[in-house]
């Protein structure tokens, strides 16, 4: 018969989870082993760490998975906190169980190289060294103990590592564009056509709803209006339609119920799926990303003469709430600024010719 394991751990899934009140503190989480010794070693340590806190006010010793878990409770409401949570679980296996004192870039070696050994860029790795870094100082600065002691003593310096090897934006050119777009799927040809015009990420493309529009009768037109929740920055983004833009929600309208955007008649959740990398490689495009549509335009807003704060605004780095912050004249200098960048063909965009031809002849 085995030896009886010490009360306070439960093994879920194959995995040692404590379950124990110490001196008025309960303590719920992972062990993040399936060893029952090396458990009940970590389970000793948390309950002697509790009592030099309790007892003789000493700095308890946190784990960096405890404060990495306080640190997602606090931040639920911030657009990127998936991404920040899936940093958080690949580091997990490396530093998740040390003790705060103990995480610095010495101990984050053996991640970093292992994300280097896999092909991930240097500027893809500082990401998950932002979250550490910025866990840390919360650790250092802002969370107290019952005692009013930091969980941290003082914060490491995480420096960010060279980022030589970034990828650099890749803005098409009119020939580019146009091959690329012919190789797409028609419904994917009107998507990154439109946001080649406004400057729209993918996700606002996506999502782009018809109860956002809003009417500018003084202008004869309309523009979008995405709400915070959907856009990285939580700011309003105020979406601005050149005449090309305008012409694809024409097209669009009546299509579907919801969303601008959709396919057989269900919204299209992203571009960069199966049929983008297809068209690339086909293309002779296996660089471009979707997201160096919005580059592109950017580059041609600046060609085009167009001011940087009229660019800021038409590429939502600004926020776009109508109401309050654009009157008529003001759109029609963005409507204006924005159709500087339409390449005109016969009176339409070289693009645009290829959907209507494809549209007509059934391709979707």
């Known amino acids: 018969m085995g030896r009886k394991r010490i009360p306070g751990l439960r093994n879920r899934n194959g995995i040692w989870h404590i379950d124990k009140q110490v001196l008025g503190t309960k303590i719920h989480e992972s062990t993040g082993t399936s060893d029952l010794k090396q458990a009940e070693l970590i389970l000793a340590r948390r309950i002697e760490d509790i009592r030099q806190s309790k ?3 000493m700095r308890r010793s946190w784990t960096f998975r405890e404060a990495a878990t306080r640190f997602l409770e606090e ?9 920040y949570a899936g940093y958080l679980k690949h580091m997990d296996p490396y530093i998740g169980e040390l003790p705060l004192h103990q995480v610095h870039l010495g101990t984050l070696k053996p991640f970093i190289e292992f ?3 896999q092909g991930v860029k240097n500027r893809t790795i500082n990401l998950h060294l932002v979250v550490v870094r910025r866990i840390l100082n919360l650790a250092a ?4 103990d019952e005692n009013g002691l930091t969980w941290l003593e003082s914060a490491p310096l995480i420096q960010m590592l060279p980022t030589t090897d970034a990828r650099k934006p890749y803005p098409l050119s009119w020939n580019e564009q146009q091959r690329l777009f012919q190789a797409l799927p028609a419904h994917l040809a009107r998507m990154c056509l439109f946001k080649v015009n406004t400057g729209c990420r993918e996700q606002e493309v996506c999502n782009l709803r018809w109860d956002w529009e809003v009417p500018v009768p003084e202008l004869d037109t309309s523009v979008f209006i995405i709400p915070g929740a959907e856009v990285k920055n939580r700011d309003d983004r105020l979406v ?3 005449n090309t833009a305008l012409s694809i929600v024409e097209e669009q309208r009546g299509e579907h119920g919801t969303h601008v955007f959709s396919y057989q ?9 199966s049929a983008w990398k297809r068209a690339r490689v086909e293309a002779g495009l296996p660089q471009v990303r979707v997201h160096d549509l919005k580059h592109t335009l950017g580059r041609r807003l600046r060609a085009a003469g167009v001011s940087v704060e009229t660019r800021k605004v038409l590429l939502g780095h600004r926020n776009g709430d109508i109401t309050t912050h654009y009157s008529a004249p003001e759109l029609e200098e963005l409507i204006v600024a924005a159709n500087k960048v339409c390449r005109k063909k016969s009176g339409k965009t070289p693009a645009l010719v290829v959907l209507k031809t494809r549209m007509k002849s059934g391709s979707k």
């Not at 931040?75 to 991404?83: D, E, G, Q, V």
């Not at 600065?141 to 107290?144: E, P, T």
């Not at 008649?265 to 799926?273: D, S």
């Open 55 to 57: 007892i003789f006010g």
């Open 75 to 83: 931040n639920l409401h911030l657009a990127t906190i998936k991404a």
């Open 115 to 117: 994300k280097r050994a």
């Open 141 to 144: 600065r802002l969370w107290r």
């Open 240 to 242: 601005v339609l050149n």
């Open 265 to 273: 008649g269900h919204p299209v959740t992203k571009i960069h799926n």
